[in-house]
């Protein structure tokens, strides 16, 4: 079984409509993060939590909320849907040792708003 | 400020050698790392060097990091078409408990 898994893979939805993108892991690590990843532009960081009472805005927050409703699962919302807002939006987990921080990545959802 | 560039394509022969070049701006890094993204799959960690290192070779892979030019790059020699993919480096600054990805490169094989 995955360790990061993200529900649902793909997603087609209208402007204006609230998404939520869902993640899972089973690593038990305490840092979750999310990212969205656009053609030439890499991975920018959206928001990230080092534990549940913990959650702190990313470079690209603007249009988006997150919950970490517990250790295991960080949901990342988009409240009105815009069309810039498609992208490919991958989670990740960390169980930072030190500055040594490797992270462990979902298979991604792929979000298309019309 | 943080600001991680790669070039966006490479394309190789199979056989050849792969160079994948990346550069990045802040002097306080610690960790740099190479991720690699397959087609329809998130990202996985292919190696990384902790910023006191020059070079790390692990089979097929050499990493080499200029620290005074703010340079990092990946080889991969015998390159195959399962190497196809997009190659992300990313940095671990000191202080903050993130990473810094660029902008990734395609790295294209063919037969």
């Known amino acids: 079984d995955a360790d990061v898994t993200q529900t649902p893979r793909n997603r087609i939805t209208k402007t204006g409509k609230r998404i939520m993108l869902e993640c899972s892991q089973t690593?038990?690590?305490?840092?979750m993060y999310w990212y969205r990843q656009d053609p030439g532009l890499g991975l920018r960081l959206i928001y990230y939590?080092?534990?549940?009472?913990?959650?702190n805005k990313g470079e690209i927050s603007d249009g988006y909320s997150v919950s970490r409703q517990a250790q295991a699962k960080f949901s990342l919302s988009l409240e009105s849907a815009i069309p810039n807002q498609t992208a490919l939006y991958f989670c990740?987990?960390?169980?930072?040792?030190?500055?040594?921080?490797?992270?462990?990545f979902g298979p991604g959802t792929r979000l298309t708003v019309l | 400020g943080e600001d991680v560039e790669q070039s966006l394509f490479l394309s190789v022969r199979e056989g050849d050698s792969s160079v994948i070049n990346c550069t990045y701006t802040?002097?306080?890094?610690?960790?740099l790392y190479w991720y690699k993204q397959e087609p329809g799959a998130g990202l996985q960690l292919l190696t990384y060097?902790?910023?006191?290192?020059d070079m790390k070779q692990d089979q097929r892979l050499t990493v080499l990091l200029n620290k005074k030019d703010k340079h990092l790059s990946l080889r991969i020699a015998d390159t195959q078409t399962g190497d196809s993919a997009i190659y992300f480096c990313?940095?671990?600054?000191?202080?903050?408990?993130?990473?810094?990805f660029g902008t990734g490169t395609r790295l294209l094989v063919s037969p």
């Open positions: 690593k038990g690590h305490d840092r």
């Open positions: 060097i902790f910023s006191n290192m």
């Open positions: 990313a940095e671990t600054v000191t202080g903050f408990q993130k990473l810094v």
């Open positions: 990740a987990t960390s169980g930072m040792r030190g500055e040594y921080n490797e992270q462990f």
């Open positions: 802040d002097s306080s890094s610690t960790y």
């Open positions: 939590s080092f534990d549940v009472k913990d959650i």
